[in-house]
């Protein structure tokens, strides 16, 4: 028989744990092969079992019991999109992401956070908005959403569904497409800056094989890790019918290759041969070494988007589908061992965050310092404020804004001014800091702000 790189990798990792482990490795193997789980089965291997999540049949107990026992791993539906978390400029709305997220971690489960920005789901008033104005939104609202979910979530898609499937290769026109088409890589910027601790995927669906419009995305995503601007992961949404495209595991494999984990993000499969698509495109994950995981985008058929298609796992009833056995066995048949990355920060972007020099503590005082997110025309600053030796009751900064940058809107401070030297004042929230505790705030603008300095004082 023809060793093939998936048996081989199997048979490889099999005797490393042999010849390490000799006592244990009969019982692991056992115990491997027995897993009886989706998310247990996945988990064996490195890798997660996930799925979508809507907060509104959290209260339907057949759901919650699938959830509970079969995954690992949960995207909100709806609840994290634009729409639903800035239903109003400036005012964010959190209740269903968060009643989500709450389930998932007490149940010990991770969470994949989507998606920051998308033409679709956009709410009214971001959709009546262009150039600079809508850039500004956009990015403040990557700033502030990627803030408030910071340390909590796996995973980002930071940007959903931007290119066209026209055969071009190229960019989708929307609104956004239209601020520039840096906005990509100043969302990927501001997501960082929010949370470090969250990887960043770029998501698309007809992105299955390699066509021209995986491989515009490949182009990007190789682009970007030559320029260090930050990613981490990208997303193939894999809403199939029947089959998935002969060069699925290629098409992992060559952007696995650039350095970034690949993730299958909303699988769904209609059709007739829906078991044996769904046996094959596990078996691709599971032989791509940085495939972190498989997430459907449901539960049970009843609880699909794709009406009347009966395109996951489970019926309507929660019974377990033939589909279902096809993905356990594949997972249960093992594969190529996930190598876990963490996010890093890129060594050499070309817009730098600049971190200025803290000011020197005062015994009793605060200090001040400022990162910047930058693009042409405009920045997202974020304020960190330090009480030093003792509690602050109250603190103000002041920022010296270089020539022709401009503050457009802020939050969780009050400023006076909005050029050249600019005074911030905390709000009734976060006026008490713990002695050696932090609080931040935040401000954008028009212009460069490279050079801003920034200065505390406790009042
Ligand atoms: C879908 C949801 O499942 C529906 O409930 C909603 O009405 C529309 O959006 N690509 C995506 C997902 O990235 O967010 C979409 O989810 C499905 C297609």
Not at 47 to 53: D, I, L, Q
Not at 145 to 168: C, M, P, R
Not at 270 to 294: F, K, W
Not at 420 to 445: C, L, M, P, R
Request: charged residues 15%; glycine residues 10%.
């Amino acid at each position: 028989m023809k060793m093939t790189s998936r048996s081989f990798s199997r048979a490889a990792l099999a005797s490393t744990l042999l010849a390490t482990t000799v006592g244990a490795s009969l019982l692991l193997v056992t115990s491997a092969g027995a897993a009886t789980t989706l998310g247990a089965s996945a988990a064996q291997t490195g890798r997660y079992f996930g799925t979508a999540v809507s907060a509104g049949k959290l209260g339907d107990s057949t759901y919650v019991n699938l959830l509970n026992r079969e995954f690992n791993m949960v995207t909100a539906e709806n609840e994290m999109k634009w729409d639903a978390t800035e239903p109003n400029q400036g005012q964010f709305n959190y209740s269903g992401g968060d009643r989500i997220l709450n389930q998932a971690v007490s149940n010990g489960k991770r969470m994949r956070g989507h998606a920051l920005l998308w033409y679709q789901q956009q709410p009214g008033w971001a959709q009546n908005l262009s150039g600079s104005a809508l850039r500004q939104a956009a990015i403040n609202h990557v700033t502030q959403v990627a803030t408030y979910y910071k340390g909590k979530l796996y995973s980002w898609d930071v940007v959903n569904e931007a290119f066209a499937d026209d055969g071009s290769g190229g960019r989708r026109d929307s609104n956004l497409q239209r601020t520039g088409n840096d906005w990509i890589e100043a969302a990927f910027r501001a997501a960082r800056a929010a949370d470090p601790g969250a990887k960043l995927c770029y998501n698309d669906y007809n992105t299955d094989g390699v066509n021209p419009k995986s491989t515009g995305i490949y182009n990007m995503v190789r682009d970007f890790k030559s320029r260090g601007v930050p990613i981490d992961c990208v997303g193939f949404q894999s809403h199939l019918t029947n089959s998935a495209p002969g060069d699925y595991q290629a098409n992992l494999q060559r952007f696995a290759d650039l350095g970034v984990e690949v993730q299958i993000t909303e699988l769904d499969i209609a059709g007739s041969n829906q078991a044996n698509a769904y046996g094959a495109v596990t078996r691709a994950c599971m032989a791509v070494a940085r495939c972190a995981g498989i997430t459907t985008w449901g539960i049970r058929d009843t609880d699909s988007w794709r009406t009347g298609q009966n395109p996951l796992l489970f019926d309507g009833n929660g019974n377990k589908k033939a589909a279902y056995n096809s993905v356990l066995d594949a997972l249960n048949a093992g594969g190529a061992t996930t190598t876990p990355t963490t996010p890093t920060t890129p060594t050499t972007p070309t817009t730098p965050t600049t971190p200025t020099t803290p000011t020197t503590p005062n015994p009793g005082g605060c200090t001040a310092s400022v990162s910047l997110n930058s693009w042409n025309g405009g920045f997202v600053a974020t304020v960190k404020v330090t009480a030093g030796a003792s509690a602050l009751n109250g603190w103000r900064v002041t920022t010296v804004l270089p020539a022709g940058a401009t503050v457009t809107s802020a939050w969780s401070a009050a400023n006076t001014g909005t050029t050249g030297t600019v005074t911030w004042a905390n709000v009734a929230y976060n006026s008490a800091v713990a002695a050696g505790q932090t609080t931040e705030f935040g401000f954008q603008g028009t212009g460069s702000a490279e050079g801003i300095t920034s200065t505390c004082t406790a009042s």
